[in-house]
């Protein structure tokens, strides 16, 4: 299949086709986004490139048909519903379809990361059943919360995680009772898979994220996409990790289009998040005034330039230190240069997961000690650490939450931790159901904070 890109930028659409070596970019004007929001439905037939499929998609396919002024192909290369390299009746019939709600096929975007450090996301379209009623889906923390925000809970039979870092009881109380199909987030277990499907034969599809290491192995006893396919289950990568406002947004309202949510909530919390990032901007020190940072989401490792954690320290105000890679965590002691002058940062953000390590949603339940200790092991070399400048920040909160205690961090004067706070719950009672309570927890930790409560905890 050929690969495509459509990528969302500010107002502007930008549609990159990549077809054989040819490789030409579209922009277009998006004034016809109404709810003003700058993700779009990257999905074929939703013409003019905003949030949703609607008739103002048909009558712009109509009129590519009719061939008027400035209406081809070219111009509006999703109006090709039916992604068959031309505009005909055949896609007019498929948009009615799927404003009918029938059952159909239909054409969207797909994310998987490269080892390429130049090129982040190797991109194409995929054909998918249409709507999923039923799938399995990957359990990490950064797709269960789109899965809360989508209301999904019965539309996934069955998740996949790791035993050492399940599903939050408190956050994910239905999930975190699911039995896992595979040994991680990362994998699916072949038996397991086909056990589900034959208990459940209206599972059409898995749901997975952009991470290349994502069901890319059929060692002992796995199934990789590959073979899922082979199955006729369609396998739709989502980046449920993106740090951008509008890659997140985007992935939201795909996710929402295909289980046929409520778009205009959907619609909501990206406009929500949007303004947020907007917000932050404001707050955050001119660009001479910015520091330095990495981050790190394991205790012997630093992610490099094009990863989601970097991501996070970036959208949070730092300048990143350490350059792109073919992996996106670069274990310390294997890659020495990272104690090099010229990639240490002033500031080293640890974002970690609980699971194993405690719950970051039940009051003083981490355990600091191993926090502290894993800390004080793998970061003594780093400037970082000898000036204190090391924090850690959870990886189990909301995506944007978890830029604005970055930033928090990096900048206590201009980004509060009351704003912070505030704003969190506010998103946590519009979005995911009020679950709990951000006063009585504590989402970021100074140094000099994480050795005050390893001793008083």
């Known amino acids: 299949m050929d690969a495509k890109t459509v990528k969302i930028l500010a107002a502007v659409i930008v549609v990159v086709v990549i077809a054989a070596a040819v490789v030409f970019i579209l922009t277009k004007d998006n004034s016809s986004n109404k709810a003003n929001i700058d993700a779009a439905l990257e999905v074929y037939g939703n013409a003019d490139g905003d949030y949703k499929i609607d008739n103002a998609d048909l009558d712009i396919i109509k009129k590519v048909i009719k061939g008027e002024k400035d209406y081809t192909l070219l111009e509006y290369p999703l109006a090709d519903a039916n992604y068959d390299g031309k505009v005909t009746e055949a896609d007019v019939e498929l948009v009615q379809k799927i404003l009918k709600g029938e059952s159909c096929t239909v054409y969207h975007s797909w994310y998987k990361t490269t080892d390429n450090p130049d090129v982040r996301w190797e991109t194409k ?43 939050d009881s408190t956050l994910y109380p239905a999930y975190s009772k699911m039995e896992s199909l595979g040994t991680s987030t990362m ?12 208990k459940n034969p209206g599972i059409t599809a898995v749901i997975t994220a952009d991470n290349k290491g994502y069901l890319s192995s059929t060692a002992s006893g796995r199934i990789d996409e590959a073979g899922l396919e082979a199955l006729g289950i369609d396998v739709i990568r989502v980046r449920h990790a993106a740090v951008d406002p509008q890659d997140y947004g ?31 901007d404001k707050k955050l020190p001119g660009a001479t005034e910015r520091v330095t940072a990495a981050s790190t989401s394991s205790y012997n490792y630093l992610s490099s330039l094009n990863s989601d954690y970097a991501d996070a320290a970036i959208y949070g105000g730092g300048i990143y230190t350490i350059p792109a890679a073919a992996t996106t965590s670069l274990k310390m002691e294997d890659n020495p240069w990272l104690y090099n002058d010229e990639y240490q940062a002033d500031n080293i953000l640890e974002i970690r997961t609980g699971g194993s390590n405690g719950t970051w949603y039940k009051p003083n339940s981490l355990n600091y000690d191993l926090f502290l200790t894993q800390t004080d092991e793998n970061f003594e070399l780093f400037k970082a650490y000898k000036s204190g400048h090391i924090f850690l920040v959870s990886g189990d909160m909301p995506i944007f939450a978890r830029v604005l205690y970055c930033a928090s961090m990096l900048y206590p004067d201009a980004v509060s931790i009351d704003f912070v706070d505030k704003v969190h719950q506010e998103f946590v009672d519009k979005f995911l159901g009020g679950t709990y ?13 994480l050795v005050e409560y390893a001793e008083k905890y």
């Open 250 to 280: 985007s992935a939201l309202l795909l996710l929402g289009f295909l289980f046929q949510k409520d778009t205009n909530n959907v619609v909501e919390a990206t406009k929500w998040i949007e303004d947020i990032y907007k917000t932050l």
């Open 187 to 198: 994998y699916l277990t072949a038996s397991k898979v086909t056990e589900t499907l034959a």
């Open 125 to 167: 379209v995929v054909d998918t059943k249409w709507p999923i009623t039923l799938c399995i889906a990957n359990g990490a923390a950064n797709a269960l919360q789109m899965y809360t925000m989508l209301d999904l809970q019965d539309n996934i039979v069955a998740i996949n995680y790791s035993s050492g870092s399940p599903p």
């Open 437 to 449: 309570k951000v006063s009585e927890l504590k989402f970021a930790y100074t140094y000099a904070e």
